[in-house]
T-cell receptor, first 114, second 114 residues
Framework: AQSVTQLDSQVPVFEEAPVELRCNYS??????LFWYVQYPNQGLQLLLK??????LVKGINGFEAEFNKSQTSFHLRKPSVHISDTAEYFC????????????FGKGTRLSVIA | DTGVSQDPRHKITKRGQNVTFRCDPI?????LYWYRQTLGQGPEFLTY????????KSRLLSDRFSAERPKGSFSTLEIQRTEQGDSAMYLC????????????FGPGTRLTVL
């Protein structure tokens, strides 16, 4: 079974500052890793995913994440945030065999302050 | 491609009543998933279908919960004898069959049980 821990429930940051949202996972099998964003009263939208290959993954809206197998982490970063990035961010994992659906963390609320 | 749609977007019901939610996936997607999201938590997997076959239903929260996808297209999630603890956002997602494929989420149905 897999599990995901998002270490910060809330992250306030000033506009144009960099941000890192932390995610650690636990799994006994190889996994795929995902970051989703949820804006108020909307469904989840995929930001980026790691399947294989380069450990640095670039996604939409200027976000990127780095897969670190030894630390079982998949932290999300953005060099300069905008007010419009204010949202809930979820890290998720699924096993490569396709036998399990997505397992989500509890989410990190990113608040960008003008 | 109109995306995943869910109906209704909001449902208010009295305790003990039955409710049914509908999900229409992206047309060429074979897999359809149901998740539940409570306040301050990430989505929690409930069940999923590959075409019309329900491949996993052990995660349904109780025998009051059931789901169908009779023709492999739209799906319904029914909750019988609703309880206040069933109040949550119910999310539907769809994907092509492979485990690495992105799950596309609908906007969700928010259920309030009075």
């Amino acid at each position: 079974a897999q599990s995901v821990t998002q270490l910060d429930s809330q992250v306030p940051v000033f506009e144009e500052a960099p941000v890192e949202l932390r995610c650690n996972y636990s799994s006994s099998v190889s996994v795929y890793l995902f970051w989703y964003v949820q804006y108020p009263n909307q469904g989840l939208q995929l930001l980026l995913k790691y399947l294989s290959g380069s450990t640095l993954v670039k996604g939409i809206n200027g976000f990127e994440a780095e897969f670190n197998k030894s630390q079982t982490s998949f932290h999300l970063r953005k060099p300069s945030v905008h007010i419009s990035d204010t949202a809930e961010y979820f890290c998720a994992v699924s096993d490569r065999a396709g036998n399990t659906p997505l397992v989500f963390g509890k989410g990190t609320r990113l608040s960008v302050i003008a | 491609d109109t995306g995943v749609s869910q109906d209704p977007r909001h449902k208010i019901t009295k305790r003990g009543q039955n409710v049914t939610f509908r999900c229409d996936p992206i047309s060429e997607h074979n897999r359809l998933y149901w998740y539940r999201q409570t306040l301050g938590q990430g989505p929690e997997f409930l069940t999923y279908f590959q075409n019309e076959a329900q491949l996993e239903k052990s995660r349904l929260l109780s025998d009051r919960f059931s789901a169908e996808r009779p023709k492999g297209s739209f799906s319904t999630l029914e909750i019988q004898r609703t309880e206040q603890g069933d109040s949550a956002m119910y999310l539907c997602a769809s994907s092509i069959s492979l485990s690495a494929d992105t799950q596309y989420f609908g906007p969700g149905t928010r259920l309030t049980v009075l």
